[in-house]
């Protein structure tokens, strides 16, 4: 530095790196790594000879590398699984605030889980990449719902209780209540009730409860079977989401009379299962008995039947 071969920024990086060697480094290897330092500081700037510094080790010592990055991914593991929490907020605007933190091995899970649905759907799919993540997210918990294999929670399968009267089923005019007490708007519940185990129940005029039906499971066994060979994954136009993560979805709402029948039934995803339910599009079976959705009038005046032909090529 005195001589002007390296600048004092440069120097103190120099000094950083070698005062980072774990304690297991005898003195010969501090002055072999200060000396490498200092002979790459003539080529790299010091934010570039900063991130060699980061691996000095790995040139002047490498057995004691290996054995420095091992103890060191060992605590870091120790405190990422100390630290771990996942914490579910109620807001006062109806959403619910998800925060915490992971260690490295659940974080890589959740992002090889996600990832294949975080994708766009089609030219139409204007969602941005946060409300794609948050999409894939709830579709992943759906299909850990549908496989059965999620352990019992107080003596029941995994399922989502959503108290609402018939009417307001029937007719939309009414939200729903979960057991955290959160609100559903009527919207949310019929595309629930599209695929789900609906468990009617008749209250009295104090709510309470005078009796229970059984439950009626909706597009399983062989009507989902026949269902997944028929349209093969989401049925959308231009969506490749795979059958298994897709519902069923009522042409004609289940809640205003229509039928469980394959021929009132269409397969689609999350994303547009929640789009068909807003309004804009429309789903319908064709003679051929295969489903074709018609877009919206601002996006095509004419209304022209579209087909997915991604699953099938006809």
Request: contains cysteine; aromatic residues 4%; proline residues 6%.
């Amino acid at each position: 530095m005195h001589a002007g071969a390296i600048s004092v920024e440069q120097g103190r990086v120099v000094a950083e790196a070698v005062a980072a060697l774990p304690v297991e480094a005898a003195p010969e290897v501090a002055d072999k790594a200060t000396h490498l330092l200092i002979a790459w500081a003539d080529r790299f700037d010091p934010a570039t000879l900063s991130r060699l510094g980061e691996r000095v080790l790995a040139h002047v010592a490498p057995d004691l590398a290996d054995q420095a990055e091992l103890a060191a991914l060992d605590r870091a593991a120790a405190r990422a699984e100390a630290r771990r929490h996942v914490t579910l907020s109620d807001q006062q605007d109806g959403q619910v605030r998800l925060s915490g933190s992971l260690d490295t091995e659940t974080a890589s899970l959740l992002r090889e889980a996600i990832d294949p649905l975080c994708g766009p759907t089609g030219a139409h799919d204007d969602r941005s990449p946060g409300e794609r993540r948050a999409d894939a997210l709830g579709e992943i918990c759906r299909l850990a719902l549908r496989t059965g294999s999620l352990p019992d929670n107080g003596g029941d399968r995994p399922q989502l209780v959503v108290t609402v009267s018939l009417d307001a089923l029937v007719n939309g005019v009414r939200a729903g209540t979960l057991e955290t007490g959160g609100r559903l708007t009527p919207g949310a519940i019929r595309r629930l009730a599209c695929d789900a185990a609906v468990l009617p129940a008749v209250l009295g005029g104090d709510s309470q409860i005078l009796d229970v039906g059984r439950q009626r499971r909706l597009f399983t066994g062989p009507l989902r079977r026949a269902l997944v060979l028929r349209d093969g994954g989401c049925a959308f136009p231009g969506c490749d989401r795979p059958s298994r993560w897709c519902e069923g979805h009522h042409v004609h709402h289940w809640a205003d009379g229509g039928t469980t029948a394959l021929g009132n039934a269409v397969l689609l995803c999350g994303h547009h299962h929640r789009l068909l339910h807003q309004g804009d599009w429309a789903v319908r079976i064709a003679p051929d008995g295969r489903p074709e959705f018609l877009p919206p009038r601002w996006l095509d005046p004419l209304r022209v039947p579209r087909r997915n032909l991604y699953h099938r090529r006809c």
